[in-house]
């Protein structure tokens, strides 16, 4: 793992429809010079409007946006190739989960300040942006820089639906939720979650209901189904009840998984 934990990187609201947009051009093949201009055109009266900064918000939400699905770092190649095919076959209400993933596994803050929302909301039910805040502080720094990337990000949420403003300022409330069922979708989920980590590796029954995920319900799989869906997994078994899901050595390239009989 490098040192993307560590990175930032999410400074401006990202709405879902956007990204779908952006991934929409990468399918239909066009090149990062076309995807770029087309997302200019596509945000010109949505952001920045009027300004005169170089490099303005809508420079900064267009560059978060190829980084997710075009600028993507090597090791993230074979996730995204498979979240775009992803794309093109599952269901409408399913496609969230995807861009999801792909956004934990670009920037891990999305995934650092989802974990903290998702604590919140299964302790308190309602979860206080402030509370966030502090807590993303306390790993990143106390920067305003991470202040401010965290409401970004906890906007971000409410444009997606999946937190809903309450009557109480800066408070929210769980928005939708999906129950997910697809082998394939939630082994691909579960290695986007592993990239947003720091070692790659987590137990599987603290991955199925990571609260970094707090949108989404995963049916309950077996590491052993979950390894055999996706070729950049590897399972690691300590006991009966404490296997070891982690990505392998060799998942940037997607290389087939070997048969190897000393990791069960």
């Known amino acids: 793992m490098n040192n993307r934990q560590q990175q930032i990187g999410f400074s401006q609201r990202i709405r879902l429809e956007w990204l779908q947009q952006t991934a929409n051009l990468v399918l239909a093949g066009n090149d990062k010079g076309a995807v ?10 949505k ?7 170089v490099r303005g918000n809508k420079e900064k939400a267009i560059t978060i946006l190829m980084k997710i699905w075009l ?3 090597g090791e993230l190649k074979a996730v ?8 093109k076959t599952l269901p409408r209400k399913d496609q969230i989960a995807v861009h999801w993933g792909m956004a934990m596994a670009a920037y891990p803050f999305w995934a650092t300040v989802a974990a903290n929302t998702g604590r919140l909301l299964r302790l308190q039910g309602t979860v206080a942006a402030a509370h966030v805040q502090r807590r993303v502080r306390e790993q990143y720094g106390e920067r305003e820089t991470v202040s401010r990337a965290a409401r970004r990000v906890i906007r971000s949420f409410v444009d997606w639906g999946v937190l809903n403003e309450t009557t109480e300022k800066g408070v929210y409330g769980q928005g939708l939720t999906r129950s997910i069922d697809d082998p394939r979708l939630i082994s691909w989920l579960i290695e986007a979650s592993l990239h947003a ?3 790659g590796s987590a137990a599987i029954k603290d991955l199925l209901v990571s609260p970094s995920i707090f949108p989404f319900h995963l049916m309950h799989l077996s590491a052993e189904l979950l ?3 996706s070729p950049r997994l590897d399972l690691l078994r300590h006991g009966l009840d404490d296997d070891l899901v982690m990505l392998r050595q060799d998942s940037a390239v997607g290389s087939p998984k070997k048969k190897e009989g000393n990791n069960r």
């Open 197 to 199: 980590r720091s070692n």
């Open 47 to 53: 952001v920045s409007v009027g300004g005169k900064a």
């Open 80 to 87: 995204r190739d498979d979240g775009l095919e992803l794309l």
């Open 71 to 73: 600028n993507v770092p």
């Open 36 to 45: 770029n201009s087309l997302l200019q055109e596509l945000l010109k009266d």
């Open 227 to 229: 390894v055999s869906v």
